[in-house]
């Protein structure tokens, strides 16, 4: 038996995983890799007494995909929807809080319908409601999709 396959049999985990790992007097987690023989951080710290393990999974695709939507659109091809949804959840932009009265975003909305209104203004009106700066479609605040914010509202 090879030192590396005693180590994956001792540990669980060979040489080169990579974790998200809780240790001894720290509240959080940080991203380590498995040596062989402890954890080493991403700040340096090699740590033994490890009290918590989340192994991340590697992508290591033969094809190189110039930007993050490729990836996830060659996963989703290859029936790895789930996984392209977890990447877009983690890397993606978080969405901004929501503006006041009278604020005004940028957003798509998923009309369900094929002539669906594009890309547009929406303004925060009365009755938390969002309008379409181009139609007379209003909608609630979490059916916008990716809002970049125009102008701040009012406080309500």
């Given at each position: 038996m090879t030192d590396t396959a005693r180590t994956t049999a001792?540990?669980?985990y060979a040489p080169g995983t990579v974790a998200l790992i809780g240790w001894r007097m720290t509240n959080g987690r940080e991203r380590a890799?498995?040596?062989?023989?402890?954890w080493m951080t991403e700040s340096g710290i090699d740590v033994n007494e490890v009290t918590d393990i989340r192994p991340l999974v590697v992508l290591d695709v033969d094809y190189r995909p110039e930007t993050r939507d490729e990836l996830l659109g060659l996963l989703r091809a290859h029936c790895f929807t789930s996984t392209a949804d977890q990447i877009e959840a983690q890397t993606g932009s978080s969405r901004i809080d929501e503006p006041g009265l009278w604020g005004v975003v940028e957003a798509s909305w998923d009309s369900k319908e094929p002539a669906g209104i594009p890309r547009a203004e929406w303004m925060h009106v009365k009755g938390n409601q969002w309008l379409s700066c181009i139609s007379n479609v209003s909608v609630r605040w979490d059916d916008l999709i990716d809002p970049t914010l125009i102008r701040e509202g009012v406080a309500s």
């Open positions: 001792r540990t669980g890799i498995f040596n062989g023989e402890s």
